[in-house]
């Protein structure tokens, strides 16, 4: 009969256990309606920023969008673009030699995910039409996925993910 109780008082604990597992930061009572609410509001600022950003100043732009922590990775495609801050911020600059200028749009769809008060998930479709240095240019579309964090009072992305429809074949060029 021990043996019995132990057993179930175990299986209490563990069941008890796994629901606080599952217990969400965002449905906290300490983060509130308004909360939320702010966080969405920023983070679907700080989207429109990042395109605007892109496309009026260029690929070197995507230098401030990154959080400078080792944590940050960027994935393409399903691969690994940048696995860390390090190899990003030694690439961004070379961005140039092949891309010259990038006009970034996101979709309607855009969607936020509040975590917390200063991290959030967001989804967006876009469309990204590239120009290289000899004037030709290339359109991109696809979905993009990250998880955004707020640091020293600003939004930046602390992974992102690119990817493509399924069947997807390499962008045509255009003039």
């Known amino acids: 009969m021990k043996i019995f109780r132990l057993r179930l008082f175990l299986m209490f604990?563990?069941?008890?256990?796994?629901?606080?597992?599952?217990?969400?930061?965002a449905d906290s009572p300490a983060f509130t309606a308004e909360q939320r609410a702010a966080v969405e509001s920023g983070v679907r600022n700080f989207?429109?920023?990042?395109a605007h950003d892109i496309t009026s100043e260029g690929p070197t732009a995507w230098q401030k969008e990154f959080a400078d922590d080792p944590a940050f990775f960027m994935a393409v495609e399903g691969k690994m673009a940048f696995p860390d801050r390090e190899t990003a911020t030694k690439a961004i600059p070379e961005l140039p030699k092949i891309i010259k200028q990038i006009e970034l749009r996101w979709g309607d769809d855009l969607r936020v995910d509040p975590l917390t008060a200063d991290l959030a998930v967001v989804a967006a479709?876009?469309?990204e039409v590239q120009t290289n240095p000899e004037g030709h240019q290339i359109t991109e579309t696809g979905f993009f996925t990250g998880v955004v964090e707020l640091r020293?009072?600003?939004?930046q992305f602390?992974?992102?993910?690119?990817?493509a429809p399924v069947g997807h074949t390499p962008p045509a060029k255009t003039q």
């Open 158 to 163: 602390r992974d992102a993910h690119w990817s």
């Open 125 to 127: 479709s876009y469309t």
């Open 13 to 25: 604990v563990v069941a008890l256990a796994a629901t606080g597992c599952a217990h969400n930061a």
């Open 47 to 50: 989207m429109q920023a990042v």
């Open 152 to 155: 020293g009072g600003g939004w």
